[in-house]
């Protein structure tokens, strides 16, 4: 198979729901568990500038969706996606939670964790209180089995011995998260009460079929694009995966394809080929249409890095910086900021892209002032930082 640049372009907006205008009426829970199947999984992130990590990328495709939706498909049984390590710590489909757990994530199985878990029985008792008294938080988990904290003592990456405990059993699988209090905190459960009954709680797949799966579920995902990109929607290691995408091509599972310009790529037999593409959309950060940023700069020219991770003085376009689509090109990008007590969503900078069409401002602008109703602000209100700035407020 032989693609352009822009088929390519094309398929990989399709691929993630970002190819069409938005349908103009409130979003059902239908239309809210369609679109998690489809991207597969949700990032999870602390990063509340805006909105939690994981509500934005359903608003970038469906609009002003009830929030309250998604808690209900992640939180209530019987749950349509579950949260596990899959790209970072994810909201997961349910039957790939056991494909996920199948991968040799070492750092969760190391002699000094297995002595974490059996010292003084605390594993088992820590599940035996979950089971008794959960779901729980880690400083609810604490207070039961009368843990103190110590500075500096028993910690793993900061995290004080029952913290620690707890995420090494969520890692191995053997207990899961049921939901997030208020302050985002994970409330444990054991595994059997968090995933679906029809779902296995014993991690016993082969390895090839585990990431043979994950590979498909990623090139579904992608629609169009490389090993690499493939491996990294779930993390995989990049060997194994490109031992898996063989199989797969021989199988006629996966079809490599020749874009021009670009090389070898991967293509889902099922991937939508639109000739146009119409959408408009803010993305997250953290959002699966930007997850490979090699990706992003290669298929759509568009550099990209976040600036929370930057120093100050470093930044070039602000601190919490969102991509911006228009059709088929990444067009501008903006610092956002929700100011929660005056009720105003800050534009903090706005920069437009070389070759943005005269458009970009008034699209912007209407983005912007979705995005506001969402979130509850009664007003946007811009800085006047970046060249797209003076249009935009303008526009606005």
Same mark, same amino acid.
């Given at each position: 198979?032989?693609?352009?640049?822009?088929?390519?372009?094309?398929?990989?907006?399709?691929?993630?729901?970002?190819?069409? !205008?938005?349908?103009?009426?409130?979003?059902?829970?239908?239309?809210?568990?369609?679109?998690?199947?489809?991207?597969?999984?949700?990032?999870?992130?602390?990063?509340?500038?805006?909105?939690?990590?994981?509500?934005?990328?359903?608003?970038?495709?469906?609009?002003?969706?009830?929030?309250?939706? &998604?808690?209900?498909?992640?939180?209530?049984?019987?749950?349509?996606?579950?949260?596990?390590?899959?790209?970072?710590?994810?909201?997961?489909?349910?039957?790939?939670?056991?494909?996920?757990?199948?991968?040799?994530?070492?750092?969760?199985?190391?002699?000094?964790?297995?002595?974490?878990?059996?010292?003084?029985?605390?594993?088992?008792?820590?599940?035996?209180?979950?089971?008794?008294? %959960? !779901?729980?938080?880690?400083?609810?988990?604490?207070?039961?089995?009368?843990?103190?904290?110590?500075?500096?003592?028993?910690?793993?990456?900061?995290?004080?011995?029952?913290?620690?405990?707890?995420?090494?059993?969520?890692?191995? %699988?053997?207990?899961? #998260?049921?939901?997030?209090?208020?302050?985002?905190?994970?409330?444990?459960?054991?595994?059997?009460?968090?995933?679906?009954?029809?779902?296995?709680?014993?991690?016993?797949?082969?390895?090839?079929?585990?990431?043979?799966?994950?590979?498909?579920?990623?090139?579904?995902?992608?629609?169009?694009?490389?090993?690499?990109? &493939?491996?990294?929607?779930?993390?995989?290691?990049?060997?194994?995966?490109?031992?898996?995408?063989?199989?797969?091509?021989?199988?006629?599972?996966?079809?490599?394809?020749?874009?021009?310009?670009?090389?070898?790529?991967?293509?889902?037999?099922?991937?939508?080929?639109?000739?146009?593409?119409?959408?408009?959309?803010?993305?997250?950060?953290?959002?699966?249409?930007?997850?490979?940023?090699?990706?992003?700069?290669?298929?759509?020219?568009?550099?990209?890095?976040?600036?929370?991770?930057? !120093?100050?003085?470093?930044?070039?376009?602000?601190?919490? #910086?969102?991509?911006?689509?228009?059709?088929?090109?990444?067009?501008?990008? #903006?610092? &956002?900021?929700?100011?929660?007590?005056?009720?105003?969503?800050?534009?903090?900078?706005?920069?437009?892209?070389?070759?943005?069409?005269?458009?970009?401002?008034?699209?912007?602008?209407?983005?912007?002032?979705?995005?506001?109703?969402?979130? %509850?602000?009664?007003?946007?209100?811009?800085?006047?930082?970046?060249?797209?700035? !003076?249009?935009?407020?303008?526009?606005?």
């Amino acid at each position: 198979m032989k693609l352009t640049q822009d088929a390519a372009r094309r398929m990989a907006l399709a691929a993630q729901g970002l190819h069409r !205008p938005r349908i103009e009426r409130p979003s059902s829970s239908r239309a809210v568990a369609t679109g998690l199947r489809r991207l597969q999984l949700l990032q999870i992130d602390s990063v509340n500038v805006l909105s939690r990590a994981h509500y934005m990328p359903l608003f970038s495709r469906l609009g002003a969706y009830d929030r309250a939706q &998604l808690d209900r498909l992640t939180w209530k049984a019987p749950r349509k996606a579950v949260e596990f390590w899959a790209h970072e710590a994810s909201y997961i489909a349910p039957e790939h939670f056991t494909h996920l757990l199948a991968l040799p994530r070492r750092w969760f199985f190391t002699p000094e964790n297995d002595e974490r878990l059996t010292a003084g029985g605390l594993g088992q008792r820590v599940i035996g209180l979950l089971h008794d008294d %959960g !779901p729980l938080t880690a400083r609810q988990v604490a207070d039961r089995l009368g843990h103190v904290p110590k500075s500096g003592a028993g910690t793993w990456w900061s995290w004080s011995q029952t913290k620690t405990v707890l995420e090494v059993l969520f890692g191995r %699988g053997l207990i899961g #998260v049921a939901g997030r209090n208020a302050q985002f905190e994970r409330c444990y459960a054991p595994i059997e009460k968090v995933l679906p009954a029809d779902v296995s709680t014993v991690a016993n797949p082969d390895l090839d079929d585990a990431v043979d799966t994950l590979m498909m579920a990623g090139a579904d995902a992608h629609g169009v694009g490389t090993v690499r990109c &493939l491996a990294d929607y779930f993390r995989l290691p990049i060997k194994t995966a490109t031992q898996s995408a063989a199989r797969l091509v021989a199988q006629g599972r996966l079809i490599e394809a020749e874009v021009s310009g670009w090389g070898t790529h991967l293509v889902h037999p099922d991937a939508a080929r639109p000739r146009k593409a119409e959408g408009r959309a803010l993305l997250s950060p953290f959002d699966s249409m930007v997850f490979e940023r090699a990706r992003l700069e290669r298929m759509f020219g568009f550099y990209y890095r976040i600036g929370i991770y930057t !120093p100050k003085e470093q930044r070039t376009h602000g601190y919490y #910086v969102l991509p911006f689509l228009l059709r088929d090109r990444f067009v501008a990008r #903006v610092d &956002l900021k929700l100011d929660r007590a005056a009720g105003k969503l800050l534009v903090k900078e706005a920069h437009a892209e070389p070759g943005a069409p005269d458009d970009t401002a008034h699209e912007l602008a209407a983005e912007l002032h979705l995005m506001a109703t969402w979130m %509850g602000a009664d007003d946007v209100l811009i800085d006047h930082v970046g060249d797209l700035a !003076p249009a935009l407020s303008r526009a606005l």
